[in-house]
């Protein structure tokens, strides 16, 4: 099936002619051709995103939010075809496509329809001054929004939601690895009725369309979600241009884990926040760091576990690891696992390639966990972005404190623990956006997700998203 690009409410092929080979991570096949758009189609979307924006930015909130929440719902009642779609592009569980992708991205329709009713900006009495300032909070115009492979819709939707909500038109960008999602998001929009030309999604390489649509000089802001390393180009490349830029980049995030927790719960999360979506989230607890009196219980049960894990076909309900998401990722991953042993670290389970019957050629790799010697080794320290922990025990608070912090990401941490004071005291002081206690991704669409350090800038979630896609302006009058 081929792709193409949707600019001004139209499904078209790319001025370009040029394209990409679209993969089935599931048995290596290639299944359809994807656009790689060129400057003249991020042009093309870019005009018609700026001859809409007048219009939609003086469309009343009731109406924004009305047909937000009809694309929420038109997505909740084609969840089986998206999520089928995504599976197939992606190589994930469609059992997790199911239950979490596709009704997140309608979530996120939803939720920001919803939010965009409630957003408000403060006043400022100048008391002694006979003056009063209030705060505009105005669309920016035409923005740009860039998203990865490994949640496709719903990261897409997460950036797309609250920018047009915010009354601005966007040009956006799939990862051009899994396109297939937010190529069938253009029908929904049309049948929602959002006007022509609030949404343009390009299609195409990160190299090719995503640089023309970052360095367009008309994109005023860019919401991007990615590696590390494209980020800090993003970064450079807008600068100069003064582009608001929201940069939501990778993650090493420590799973820390005390004796006084409820042990039960603990491991059986333990080993969703490890392998979720083969292990492919920013927020994966991929450092499990353990308390020296349970490790050795913890090593065995928490192996014991992971080796009952099914590696299958992703249209089977009894797989619990799909394919990862294409054969170079894979063979990162699998160039990370070298680096492991070679770094003196022990295999306790995994690191191998899996031949899945009938579908030899698909992407599929055992989960690892990698007993390691020291909190420094690359395998603790860079982003794999793939079924791969390492585990290693620690002594006292002070010490994980320590371990927990050494690295150069700051997404989010996990904490496993009764004790209340801990608690307090290890949340203000984990270098993190995100701190979780007795729980992982237990998402609340209200609050401020984003990381500090190499993990990047900027919040996204709730209003703070809507913030950064407006710009405030102090109006001051004397009276
Ligand atoms: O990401 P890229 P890649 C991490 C993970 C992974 C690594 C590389 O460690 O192994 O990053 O993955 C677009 N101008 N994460 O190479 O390239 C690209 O087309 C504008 C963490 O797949 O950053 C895609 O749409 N755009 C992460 C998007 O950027 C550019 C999720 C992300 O791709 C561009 C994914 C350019 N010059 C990977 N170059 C997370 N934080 O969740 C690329 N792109």
Redesign the pocket.
């Known amino acids: 099936m081929n792709i193409q690009n949707y600019i001004n409410g139209q499904f078209e092929n790319p001025i370009s002619k040029e394209w990409i080979d679209n993969y089935n991570p599931a048995n290596g096949d290639v299944y359809g051709q994807t656009p790689n758009s060129s400057k003249k189609d991020v042009e093309k979307a870019y005009q018609s995103a700026k001859a809409a924006f007048k219009q939609w930015s003086l469309t009343t909130l009731e109406e924004r939010s009305k047909i937000l929440i009809k694309i929420s719902e038109l997505l909740e009642a084609n969840l089986d075809r998206f999520a089928e779609a995504e599976s197939k592009d992606n190589g994930k569980p469609i059992s997790l496509a199911k239950a979490i992708d596709i009704p997140r991205a309608a979530s996120n329709f939803r939720f920001f329809g919803n939010a965009i009713t409630q957003f408000a900006s403060e006043s400022h009495e100048s008391v002694g001054k006979n003056a009063i300032n209030y705060t505009l909070r105005q669309p920016i115009g035409v923005v740009g929004c ?6 496709p819709l719903y ?1 897409f939707t997460w950036k797309i939601a609250p920018a047009i909500a915010a009354g601005n038109c966007v040009v956006a ?5 899994t396109p297939m999602t937010a190529y069938l998001l253009g029908e929904i929009c049309n049948e929602a009725g959002l006007p022509e030309g609030v949404l343009n999604i390009v299609h ?4 090719t ?3 023309s ?2 360095q367009h000089p008309g994109i005023k802001a860019i919401s ?8 800090a ?2 970064a450079k ?1 807008a600068a100069p241009m003064f582009k608001k830029l929201s940069l ?4 090493k995030n420590p799973n820390i884990i005390f004796a006084d927790c409820d042990y039960d719960d603990m491991l059986k999360t333990t080993v969703l926040s490890s392998f979720a979506n083969q292990g ?3 927020l994966c607890g991929s450092r499990i760091l353990v308390e020296a009196s349970i490790y050795e219980k913890f090593k065995e049960d928490f192996v014991e576990k992971v080796k009952q894990l099914k590696v299958g076909h992703p249209s089977k309900d009894t797989t619990n690891i799909g394919a990862l998401v294409s054969k170079s ?1 894979l063979e ?1 991953v699998l160039n990370y696992i070298d680096i492991g042993k070679n770094e003196g670290g022990k295999i306790l389970c995994g690191g191998n390639k899996v031949i899945v019957k009938n579908y030899e050629n698909g992407y599929y790799l055992e989960p690892t966990i990698i007993e390691i010697k020291t909190n420094e080794c690359r395998v603790n320290q860079e ?3 793939g079924p791969v922990v390492t585990i290693m025990p620690f002594e006292t608070e002070n010490d994980v404190l320590e371990m927990a912090n050494k690295v150069k990401y700051g ?1 989010s941490t996990t904490l496993w623990t009764n004790d209340l004071k801990r608690t307090m005291r290890m949340s203000t002081q984990l270098q993190a956006g995100i701190v979780w206690v007795n729980t992982w991704m237990l998402r609340d669409l209200r609050t401020p997700f984003g990381g500090i350090k190499a ?2 800038v900027g919040r996204e979630g709730g209003f703070e998203a809507l913030r950064f896609f407006t710009e405030a302006k102090n109006v001051c009058i004397k009276y």
């Open positions: 860039i998203s990865p492979w490994n949640l990261l960008k799939p990862s051009e690895v195409g390489l990160g190299t369309t995503g640089q649509i970052i991007f979600t990615g590696g590390t390393a494209t980020g180009h993003i490349v939501e980049l990778g993650g492919q989230i920013c990722h990162k982003e794999i972005f997404l993990s990047g």
